[in-house]
């Protein structure tokens, strides 16, 4: 069963404006980690942002902030003030537990951002 | 840059042969992950290793095989390679706590591609 899903279709976003990525997911566990990887053209991973199931407000890092709807099991990303280099690929990402000290991410299949000016 | 160093960045091989790509984890990290991605089955987990022990494994073939050295650098084996092996190969590191975020962080990846 697919545990993290991300079906918006590629966006295009203008530049200066605020763009949210959808992702829910799904677990039976009380305590987990949810992530945001950027994936730009040249194919690395770029770690973004890091909500716990426990944190009480929602992360924020510079343009990223994330919005945790526990009870809806979503982590949705927003980029504030787009700018052309974030132009990507986004990924959200979920590690359960850890669990024995697993530490595994699940991710998801990815969405498309592309900045116009 | 994060920290997070591999080698080959591309390979290029043919059906049935064997290559090795490497690992070298960020400065303190003790855990060292490797992911799979694909067009078809995107990014999939296969292999962690924590502190020269196997810590989990996911969807990893048994072609495929992977260890962590006492300086943990890790190297992952892939054999009696095919066409549907080739992908984008990426470690990540990441200090390995049990609470708490425990960020991975992603080397730049090996791409492989099996002709």
């Known amino acids: 069963a697919q545990k993290i899903t991300q079906t918006q279709p590629g966006m295009f976003v203008q530049e200066k404006e605020a763009v949210t990525l959808d992702c829910t997911y799904d677990t039976s566990d009380q305590s987990y980690g949810l992530f945001w990887y950027k994936q730009p053209s040249s194919g690395e991973m770029i770690f973004l942002i890091y909500q716990g199931s426990y944190d009480e407000q929602n992360a924020t890092e510079g343009r990223y902030s994330l919005n945790f709807q526990k009870a809806r099991k979503s982590a949705n990303l927003v980029i504030s003030a787009s700018q052309l280099g974030d132009s990507a690929m986004y990924f959200c990402a979920m590690r359960e537990g850890p669990k024995d000290g697993n530490n595994r991410l699940a991710f998801g299949k990815g969405n498309q951002v592309v900045v116009i000016p | 840059d994060s920290g997070v160093t591999q080698t080959p960045k591309h390979l290029i091989t043919a059906t049935g042969q064997r290559v090795t790509l490497r690992c070298s984890p960020r400065?303190?990290?003790?855990?060292v992950y490797w992911y799979q991605q694909s067009l078809d089955q995107g990014l999939q987990f296969l292999i962690q290793y924590y502190n020269g022990e196997e810590r989990a494994k996911g969807n990893i073939l048994e072609r495929f095989s992977a260890q962590q050295f006492p300086d943990l650098h890790s190297e992952l084996n892939l054999s009696s390679l095919e066409l549907g092996d080739s992908a984008l190969y990426f470690c990540?590191?990441?200090?390995?706590?049990?609470?708490?975020?425990?960020?991975?962080?992603f080397g730049p990846g090996t791409r492989l591609t099996v002709l």
């Open positions: 990540a590191s990441s200090v390995g706590d049990t609470v708490g975020a425990d960020t991975q962080y």
């Open positions: 400065s303190g990290d003790l855990s």
